[in-house]
């Protein structure tokens, strides 16, 4: 289907400033041809006055060129840059709200409550509790593509130490029981606060796009789950189906950096928990019994040839045991040990080939020990976000064009997870890209003092002054983007 929607990226990013000086002469010009016997009174007036005009468009154009150099990049969508420029500083109050208001994965009341109640003033159809705390805001704005815009709602339970006025100061007690601070650690809140500032532009420019423009605040992707449980309770079938799925996502980079890839970008995520059955003993009479450590010690070791004999090296894979735990005393062998497993792929025929091998090993392993056969759990996992290869590449391509190709760049493939992969598996295009938010003078200090900057850091703060503009700003061309021309269906 076509939509005969004029190209929004007609404009350019030139500035055209006024012109006093050709002003000027024009108007000297037709004095001087209406009373050809002016005096030499009127000539001394003209070079006086020209010295104090010279002057002052020098001013003007020094304040323009220092605006658009402290304001860093701009888009050729003048109305996107006019709002930004008038509207950052209420976001930016957004923003430390949500900063200093953290909830973890499945908790997010009071931060749903906030995105919903700053979407309906906006002018958007909000519904609550879709999933959990998930919320939906529906902006229909005439015929066209439906275009959908994801935000995640939750924080971490890691105890902030940015040393931020404005740090959080929430703390909780786990199911385990362990007391925590919570933070935003990994940008939630900067993507919350992108949304809202869609929510308000689009909004405020109808004039500018048609279709219909949906946002959704996504609980629990922390902990996974969230994405899921939206699409279980009908997030494409009680809303407007989209055409598309976009997010960003923020990366521990230099600040005004975006980047996109399209096909796999993120991880299949699998936890697995593994009990290996021994039979318990005197440490000093290991004969007598069926040590259940040496027989994880040496699954441990052998599940890493899985990932370095029996895959391609041209696969990415992770098999990671993050946890063993057995035994009371010194000198007492335990009945088991138990293993905790993370595993990563990207690929479906990957991610089974290492879990049969998992599973394979273990029960090699006890069996050459004469042990009973262990026990292999696992949990649901996350799977791999694969970009759609034409909606990213068209993306990528009208970002560069728009603001800049030196603000954008070809993103790397991680083993991290990210649940919005089951907005694409359940069949709509998706793309998520990244946005770089932290400071480059910052990032150089800590390499020099040996030092990394990773989300999930106690440590991570966002250069919000510049962060937040370039995520309104990218995201509002990819928006517009889509709304001229849709990618084709799967």
Sequence with gaps: MSYPTPDPFRATDAVFLPNPKQDFLLLLRGKIASTRGATLMLMAWV?????????????????????????????????????????????VADYWWLHENPEVSFEEVETAAYVAKAWEAAGLEVTKNVGGHGVVGVLANGSGPTIMLRTDLDALPVTEAT??????????????????????????????TNLIGMARLFSAHRDQWKGTLVLIGQPAEERGGGAEAMLKDGLFTRFPRPDAVVALHCEASSVEQVAFRAGYMMANVDSVDIRVHGRGGHGAAPHTAIDPIVQASELVLSLQTS????????????????????????NIIGDYCDLQLTVRSYSPEVREQLIAAIRRKAKGIAMAYGAEEPTVTLSDGTPSLFNHEALTLQLKNRVSASIGPNYVQEAEQVMGGEDFSQYGIAGVPVCMYRLGVIDAGRLAAMKKRGQTMSLHSPEFYPDIDRALPMAVRSMAVCAVELFASPPPKK
């Design 47 to 91: 070079l006086s006055s020209w010295t104090l005009i010279n002057g002052s468009l020098t001013v003007v154009a020094q304040e323009a060129n220092a605006r658009r150099t402290v304001d860093g990049p701009r888009c050729n969508l003048p109305w996107v840059e006019e709002w930004l420029d008038s509207n950052i500083p209420s976001l």
């Design 163 to 192: 040393g931020l006025p404005r740090a959080s100061t929430k703390k909780i007690v786990t199911a385990s029981g362990v007391s925590t601070g919570v933070m935003h650690a990994c940008g939630h809140d900067v993507h919350m």
């Design 307 to 330: 990932v370095s004999r029996e895959l391609k090296p041209t696969e990415p894979a992770v098999i990671t045991v993050g946890s063993i735990h057995a035994g009371t005393k010194h």
